[in-house]
């Protein structure tokens, strides 16, 4: 059994923050974790689970570890309860539970934090697949005004990049190699801009229904959320989720962003 050295609460793209445990390392289910999931502020209120408890962790489905409860008969004397933090660690801004909703959100479309993990997830493998586009580099673009949103990362020109990334003349193949990689993105398939866009509940084997029942960004957009329910293998809150995602004013920015500047959207 491990001891919880402190509980963090990273924040997502969707802005929610959820809470995790972090460990000494420990060997469960086939590989050593460090860090185990709280779920949301009920959980750890339901678990009291505390910094400095001896805990037992499991995984969940057998891939994602979980912290299931605290040794209590190991709890230091002078533990105290752990409240789930009020302000973004990001922002700064007022952390939001909306009612019913067992999860806490910062709504701050302007959070950096939320900025940043946006960008991560679009440049990922699974999504547009950007290679050279790290947390590091992400962080950067994001805190030097370069990039707001995706959509500004392929308006991104050598003399920007330059100035970021070039400590000398030599790394200039990392900005080259970079831009390669921007440009490649602008072609990837419809399913992989909807799944870089990280709408809500929208996994990639839905996303590919999606993009071949509509053909083209601007069907989806127009799409009643019975059109998208009626694929088969689309239930009512992805179909809910993808119209919602659509109707934003931001987001149909981006879209608009992409189109400006050469992304494919069929």
């Known amino acids: 059994m491990p001891r919880l050295f402190a509980i963090d ?10 809470p995790f445990a972090v460990l000494d390392p420990v060997f469960v289910g ?8 709280l779920h949301n502020e009920d959980q750890v209120a339901n678990k009291d689970v505390r910094p400095g408890d ?11 570890p979980e912290v299931v409860g605290p040794v209590l008969s190991d709890r230091l004397p002078d533990s105290q309860p752990w409240a789930f933090p009020t302000i973004c660690p990001g922002c700064q801004m007022p952390l939001q539970r909306r009612e019913g909703d067992a999860n806490t959100y910062c709504v701050n479309r ?13 440049a990922s493998r ?5 290679e050279g586009l790290g947390e590091r580099t992400v962080r950067g673009l994001v805190a030097q005004g370069m990039v707001h949103d995706v959509g500004d990362l392929f308006a991104l020109g050598k003399p920007q990049l330059m100035n970021l990334l070039v400590s000398d003349s030599s ?26 866009l990280g709408v809500e509940h929208l996994g990639p084997s839905a996303a590919e229904l999606i993009a071949r029942r509509f ?25 809910q989720s993808v119209q919602d995602f659509f109707e934003d004013d931001d987001n149909k920015s981006i879209v608009e962003k992409f189109r400006l500047n050469g992304v494919r959207l069929d």
């Open 54 to 64: 001896m805990v037992v962790v499991r995984k969940a489905g057998d891939v994602i």
């Open 215 to 239: 053909r083209d960004i601007d069907n989806i957009v127009r799409a009643e959320t019975g059109e998208i329910e009626s694929i088969d293998g689309i239930g009512p809150v992805i179909a």
């Open 110 to 122: 302007r959070c950096p934090v939320r900025i940043e993990t946006g960008i991560s997830h679009f």
């Open 9 to 18: 609460f990273p924040i997502g793209r969707t802005g929610r923050a959820t």
């Open 171 to 196: 790394n200039e193949t990392l900005v080259n190699n970079l831009l390669s990689a921007i440009d490649e993105a602008r072609e990837r398939p419809l399913a992989n801009v909807l799944i870089g």
């Open 126 to 130: 699974n999504a547009m697949d950007i």
């Open 30 to 37: 086939g590989s050593t974790v460090s860090m185990a999931t």
